[in-house]
């Protein structure tokens, strides 16, 4: 089997990797190619282009990349074009790959269409699934409630296949690289606050800033650590934050040593509760005031993190927009550090959300689906 396979940014290329070498262990014969990153090719898949050069957030910066975004489409284009892959796998990064999945059908191609995390369209952009019932042929989706969302919205061919996260954060345990972290890193037994502010280039230098004011209290008395996003040069953050030490390819052991943590929102609220760092969820955004005021008519969920959504209630404090100032952030991280009652909430929570998200095994599931489906349709 031919496959092509886009994940456009960095949690989309861990989770395309895992994916990529489960298929691979049930079909030896398969070929990838990817839009991807370097787990991708490590997985065993020919790159066709890098996420970083994919990864564009904010009207702003999508406008000033149009021509590099347009490039990659007609690069997806081509491939499908040339090559016909029996598959076409897109993960996540929905604006591209719903554009993907459109031209695919649009051509006649033979190529399956598969969908693997789902766009968000709970929270936003619910008018998307109508491009997913005309051009998807089947979803595998990672959250439990989303099998539901879809079904009663008259789109049958969701499976819910489990959270490959967990098959990450299984993968790093076995490794046991938390129990060597400051010996690796060469850091004392002073307490770890770890600074997770994004991938894309505009999330750090949006939310970088405040997360370190709101910590220069604690720079003498513990180490605020960042967690340096997979692509990004060093340089980035010397610029930020040029008293930090950042670390790079070791955030879920950063995360396992930390005492707290403040975490951008996205995939990483997730994981930092499945590994149980204590955390406040912070989201900057462009005009604030302006955005508090409407967000109520574009985001359609109570919460904005993951961990809150996959609970339902609030299990970690979310600053977001006008919300997010560095007096709120020093607060909530005081409390975090400083109250045992309230650490313990947010840590009972967390127990919650994890027998929500399931066991591992998400990315063999989504792999035998995969197969099945194409199998049943050959």
Known sequence: MNYF???GEASGDLHAANLIRSINAMDPSSRFTAMGGDLCRDAGATLLRHYRDMAFMGVINVITHLSKIASNLHAAYDFLDHERPDALILVDYPSFNLKVARYCKD???PTKVFYYISPKLWAWKSYRIRSIKRYVDAMLLILPFEQEYYRSRGYSPAYYVGNPLCDAIEQWRATGHGATFRQRHELDQRPIIALLPGSRTQEIKGCLPTMLNACRHLLDTHHVLIAGAPGQPGQLYQTLAPNCKVIFDDTYSLLDNALAAIVNSGTATLETALIGCPQVVV???ALPHLASLVK???????YVSLVNIVAGSQVVRE???ADFTTSNVRHEI???LTDDTYRSTVLNGYRQVRDLTGDSGGSQRAAKCIL??????A
């Not at 109520?296 to 109570?302: G, H, S, V």
């Not at 099945?372 to 349709?377: C, E, R, S």
């Open 5 to 7: 396979v886009i994940a």
């Open 372 to 377: 099945q489906l194409i199998n049943h349709h």
């Open 283 to 285: 989201y900057n955004i």
């Open 334 to 336: 005081d409390r975090l």
């Open 107 to 109: 051509r006649g191609l």
């Open 319 to 321: 600053l977001v927009a």
């Open 296 to 302: 109520p008519l574009i985001i359609k969920t109570k």
